[in-house]
């Protein structure tokens, strides 16, 4: 029995999204008599034919293709990591994907991947969650990077541009822009969306026209706070160059991470769908609240909840006892911040503002627990929260 087999690529036919979840990464379990994905924590493979080896090193470092046969070294591929991959791939719609350490090592492959072919200059809708942006306008990685809103992608391309970045709907104002058309912007320069906060359930950018899907699994992917991680879903040709980037800089996803974050997408269809349900409610309650100045929730869909307070957002996450003051989202468990102070504090406080992030906006990420629970704890820390009133006849309605 070989249980380093890799899964069957993510060219399988398609099934429904909730059988794909549970399936996808595992359909050859049964002939290799398990049930349960194997995990594989070795770090190297023996090989007794060393001219067979070098020849499969030959070839991935000429392709980026996965070597046929068992692996050879755990920077270089892992069967459990390729399971998720697999799987992330089949729900994603795309032809492959690349795993990596974090959402922030992924899009740090993607853009030296860009850069290696001599395409630094990145176009960028803004908000994007606080360290892309900082990646990107900080210069670290050599890129360029002009800052746009979607009606300006087009005048903003130029011949060395090598990608259009947009997260949507956007951490943590949860601005949505519509996927179809800004692709269509984009002509022949590949658009990469972030899908962390819809995830494959609620929206597969690809079949709207973009050519990468980034991740971080950390999220909603893994689900539980216990797995950080990030994907990139693409075509097999930029795979390909992803995985050389991944070989060469050492970023790679611990395949105990792996086997987590395959585990977690069997129950992705069910958590998403259960979370938004009480994110919606959650988001009709805060938009009808005196104490509220406005609540945002996508007409995507989704867990996630932002909304500004006319008193002092600080109080309100001192206030909660049931709900988490915490960074990061995609839990079973509600979570709350500041993105001001925490996810958003890298970035220039001018852009912030100018972005839609305000210092008064809280971003919650609702969990599974009962909605009336949520409620009662939220409305209690916002009673809490010294709320000033100036404005309040400005109030607008949910978003």
């Known amino acids: 029995m070989d249980n380093d087999?890799?899964?069957?690529?993510?060219?399988?036919?398609?099934r429904a999204l909730a059988t794909e979840a549970v399936h996808a990464g595992r359909d050859d379990l049964a002939a290799l008599g398990l049930h349960a994905a194997p995990i594989d924590l070795s770090t190297t493979y023996p090989s007794y034919d060393s001219r067979a080896e070098a020849g499969r090193i030959d070839a991935f470092a000429a392709t980026g293709a996965r070597p046929d046969g068992p692996p050879v070294y755990a920077r270089l591929d892992n069967p459990t990591t390729a399971r998720f991959e697999t799987a992330l791939a089949r729900l994603e719609g795309a032809e492959s994907a690349v795993a990596f350490a974090s959402g922030m090592a992924a899009l740090t492959a993607v853009l030296l991947a860009r850069a290696s072919a001599g395409l630094r200059h990145v176009v960028a809708v803004r908000p994007l969650y606080g360290c892309s942006d900082h990646l990107l306008g900080a210069g670290l990685l050599g890129t360029e990077v002009t800052w746009t809103d979607p009606a300006g992608i087009a005048?903003?391309?130029?011949?060395?541009?090598?990608?259009?970045?947009?997260?949507?709907?956007?951490?943590?104002?949860?601005?949505?822009?519509?996927?179809?058309a800004v692709a269509h912007s984009c002509g022949s320069?590949?658009?990469?969306?972030?899908?962390?906060?819809?995830?494959?359930?609620?929206?597969?950018?690809?079949?709207?026209?973009?050519?990468?899907?980034?991740?971080?699994?950390?999220?909603?992917?893994?689900?539980?706070?216990?797995?950080?991680?990030?994907?990139?879903?693409?075509?097999?040709?930029?795979?390909?160059?992803?995985?050389?980037?991944?070989?060469?800089?050492?970023?790679?996803?611990?395949?105990?991470a792996g086997y987590l974050l395959l585990r977690g997408l069997s129950t992705l269809p069910v958590r998403v769908r259960a979370a938004s349900a009480s994110a919606a409610e959650l988001a009709r309650r805060l938009s009808a609240d005196p104490r509220v100045a406005r609540a945002h929730y996508p007409r995507t869909g989704g867990a996630m909840v932002s909304f500004e307070v006319y008193g002092d957002p600080h109080r309100v996450i001192a206030g909660v006892r049931l709900i988490t003051p915490a960074v990061s989202l995609g839990s079973v468990d509600t979570l709350i911040q500041h993105p001001a102070s925490i996810s958003h504090r890298i970035v220039d406080e001018t852009d912030r503002h100018a972005s839609g992030v305000g210092d008064r906006l809280l971003r919650m990420s609702v969990g599974l627990e009962d909605v009336e629970d949520l409620w009662a704890d939220l409305s209690q820390a916002l009673d809490g929260a010294d709320p000033v009133r100036e404005g309040a006849g400005q109030r607008s309605a949910c978003s």
Do not use: W
Request: proline letters at 11%; glycine letters at 10%.
């Open 5 to 14: 087999s890799v899964p069957p690529p993510a060219t399988t036919p398609s």
């Open 155 to 180: 005048e903003a391309i130029r011949p060395g541009t090598g990608l259009v970045i947009v997260e949507t709907p956007a951490n943590p104002t949860l601005a949505e822009v519509d996927i179809r």
């Open 189 to 256: 320069v590949p658009l990469l969306v972030d899908n962390t906060f819809a995830t494959p359930v609620l929206q597969r950018p690809v079949e709207l026209g973009a050519r990468i899907v980034l991740h971080s699994a950390t999220k909603y992917l893994g689900g539980h706070g216990d797995v950080m991680g990030g994907v990139v879903a693409c075509d097999e040709e930029f795979a390909a160059v992803l995985r050389q980037v991944r070989f060469a800089t050492g970023g790679v996803l611990h395949p105990m």
